[in-house]
């Protein structure tokens, strides 16, 4: 074992208690009733970067949610590596359907269940693990940068890179909140879609009718909604929107029962779209209807609704822009209305895709780290998720590496019931990145 494996030894367990108690704080962005959960995470980690020594911690005001700065120098002449993740996270959803309680960690079968045990508390951990070995001193200079609107879309982010525009600089970036191809075999994303989502509102009456009186002669607006989202797809569930672009996919197999065992897609249900897995993932637009806002089952009456409200998301292929993207959807709910009726687009959030190129004698750096402490070659994919502050890091910093890593995998359940992470792969996520710096 070298030096530097030993000592990641050393400090893992420290970190892990450190992550059990930042897990343990419910830090959802999108209720504001956490803001205060938001607030300690964020106080919680800047704490951990001042023990370390950092010459500058900061939280950084964006308008927002607190992110997290902070400033290791390095030896003169050496490069400036930006150490980013997220402490916020999703809602838990059904509390009663976790098998543990989803903000208290247990350990089952050498993995850690919570929510953001993975997404992306883990990435955090990482990163904490490689300034310790290092004994906050690493061998090039760091800066930390730990946002806490991750989840919701980053809407502080252009102010944040306006307003500290210097300490957001960097010559390489390591985003530790992607996907490993598996469990053990680590993975560097190349590829991820953009994002772009709105609102449809649809409205067919003044008020509501009794559905025995006029139904069949006027539209109700719930059944109008349901024709008008089902225009988003043609019958083999490719997107039908006119104006989006689709990428080829790289000659990568994702085997069928994989994609069973991670979706839980029921017997009998079909895939949707045309192509590879991969493309249909990563290098294709997705249409979702999130959420629709409409008389619940259970105070149904029989009546005709008058109006009702969707959420539609889009994601995106590398090279498409968002704003276009934004433009043809709005475009296609209004020129698809169906029985003349009324349409209103009101627009959400919306990020770029992202290509990444690993070409250079940092990404052949960052390669042999992660080969190293995996034991296997990474593997090169795409993501079908969207992390927009990437394509912003390489608009800003021209020339500069961008290193999308994990230390999640297919299993982890991001977003979802029984959230996980890998302990094994905790540590080796933790040796690959401290190879990395020294490396560097």
Same mark, same amino acid.
């Given at each position: 074992?070298?030096?530097?494996?030993?000592?990641?030894?050393r400090?893992?367990?420290?970190?892990?208690?450190?992550?059990?108690?930042?897990i343990?704080?419910?830090?959802?962005?999108s209720?504001?009733?956490?803001?205060?959960?938001?607030?300690?995470?964020?106080?919680?980690?800047?704490?951990?970067?001042?023990?370390?020594?950092?010459?500058?911690?900061?939280?950084? #005001?964006?308008?927002?949610k607190?992110?997290?700065?902070? #400033?290791f120098?390095g030896?003169?002449?050496?490069?400036t590596?930006?150490?980013?993740?997220?402490?916020?996270?999703?809602?838990?959803?059904?509390?009663t359907?976790?098998?543990?309680?989803?903000?208290?960690?247990d350990?089952?079968?050498?993995?850690?269940?919570?929510r953001?045990?993975a997404?992306?508390?883990?990435?955090i951990?990482?990163?904490?693990?490689?300034?310790?070995?290092f004994?906050?001193?690493?061998?090039?200079?760091?800066?930390?940068?730990?946002?806490?609107?991750?989840?919701?879309?980053s809407?502080?982010?252009?102010?944040?890179?306006?307003?500290?525009?210097?300490e957001?600089?960097?010559?390489?970036?390591?985003?530790?909140?992607?996907?490993?191809?598996?469990?053990?075999?680590?993975?560097?994303?190349?590829?991820?879609?953009?994002?772009?989502?709105?609102?449809?509102?649809v409205?067919?009456?003044?008020?509501?009718l009794?559905?025995?009186?006029?139904?069949g002669?006027v539209?109700?607006?719930?059944?109008?909604?349901?024709?008008?989202?089902?225009?988003?797809?043609?019958?083999?569930?490719?997107?039908?929107?006119?104006?989006?672009?689709?990428?080829?996919?790289?000659?990568l197999?994702?085997?069928a029962?994989?994609?069973?065992?991670?979706?839980?897609l029921?017997?009998?249900?079909?895939?949707?779209?045309?192509?590879?897995?991969?493309?249909?993932?990563?290098?294709?637009?997705?249409?979702?209807?999130?959420?629709?806002d409409?008389?619940?089952?259970?105070?149904?009456?029989?009546?005709?609704?008058?109006?009702a409200?969707?959420?539609?998301?889009?994601?995106?292929?590398?090279?498409?822009?968002?704003?276009?993207?934004?433009?043809?959807?709005?475009?296609?709910?209004?020129?698809n209305?169906?029985?003349?009726a009324k349409?209103?687009?009101s627009?959400?959030?919306?990020?770029a895709?992202?290509?990444?190129?690993?070409?250079?004698?940092?990404?052949?750096?960052?390669?042999?780290?992660?080969?190293?402490?995996?034991?296997?070659?990474?593997?090169?994919?795409?993501?079908?998720?969207?992390?927009?502050?990437?394509?912003?890091?390489a608009?800003?910093?021209?020339?500069?590496?961008?290193?999308?890593?994990?230390?999640?995998?297919?299993?982890?359940?991001?977003?979802?019931?029984?959230?996980?992470?890998?302990?094994?792969?905790?540590?080796?996520?933790?040796?690959?990145e401290?190879?990395?710096l020294?490396?560097?």
């Amino acid at each position: 074992m070298t030096n530097l494996a030993w000592n990641v030894e050393r400090v893992l367990p420290s970190v892990i208690a450190d992550l059990n108690q930042l897990i343990a704080i419910p830090s959802i962005s999108s209720m504001p009733e956490h803001a205060g959960d938001l607030a300690a995470a964020s106080q919680t980690i800047a704490g951990w970067l001042r023990d370390l020594g950092a010459a500058e911690v900061k939280l950084l #005001d964006g308008g927002g949610k607190p992110a997290v700065w902070a #400033d290791f120098p390095g030896p003169i002449g050496s490069p400036t590596v930006l150490l980013y993740a997220h402490y916020d996270v999703q809602p838990i959803g059904d509390a009663t359907a976790w098998t543990s309680p989803a903000f208290e960690p247990d350990v089952r079968d050498g993995r850690l269940y919570a929510r953001g045990s993975a997404d992306d508390k883990g990435g955090i951990a990482v990163h904490l693990a490689a300034l310790r070995v290092f004994g906050g001193q690493p061998p090039v200079h760091v800066k930390v940068f730990i946002e806490g609107e991750e989840e919701i879309g980053s809407p502080s982010m252009p102010t944040l890179l306006e307003k500290y525009a210097a300490e957001l600089v960097a010559d390489v970036f390591v985003i530790a909140d992607s996907v490993n191809w598996e469990a053990g075999k680590p993975s560097f994303t190349t590829t991820l879609r953009g994002l772009a989502d709105c609102e449809v509102t649809v409205s067919t009456l003044e008020q509501g009718l009794h559905s025995g009186q006029f139904g069949g002669v006027v539209p109700d607006a719930l059944t109008a909604l349901c024709r008008l989202l089902a225009t988003l797809h043609d019958d083999a569930g490719n997107v039908a929107i006119p104006g989006l672009v689709s990428q080829p996919g790289p000659d990568l197999e994702y085997p069928a029962d994989r994609l069973q065992e991670e979706t839980g897609l029921l017997p009998g249900v079909q895939q949707i779209g045309d192509g590879s897995v991969v493309e249909r993932m990563w290098f294709k637009p997705a249409a979702s209807v999130l959420a629709i806002d409409a008389t619940p089952v259970a105070a149904a009456s029989n009546t005709l609704v008058p109006s009702a409200r969707a959420k539609v998301s889009l994601r995106l292929a590398p090279g498409q822009d968002p704003d276009e993207a934004a433009a043809a959807l709005e475009k296609h709910l209004k020129d698809n209305a169906p029985w003349g009726a009324k349409i209103e687009v009101s627009g959400g959030q919306s990020g770029a895709p992202s290509t990444i190129s690993l070409a250079d004698e940092r990404a052949a750096a960052a390669r042999a780290a992660f080969r190293e402490a995996f034991g296997v070659e990474p593997v090169e994919m795409g993501c079908g998720g969207s992390i927009p502050i990437v394509a912003e890091f390489a608009d800003r910093n021209p020339g500069a590496l961008v290193l999308v890593t994990a230390v999640t995998d297919p299993n982890s359940r991001m977003h979802g019931i029984d959230e996980s992470l890998d302990l094994a792969d905790l540590g080796k996520a933790a040796l690959a990145e401290t190879l990395l710096l020294s490396k560097l």
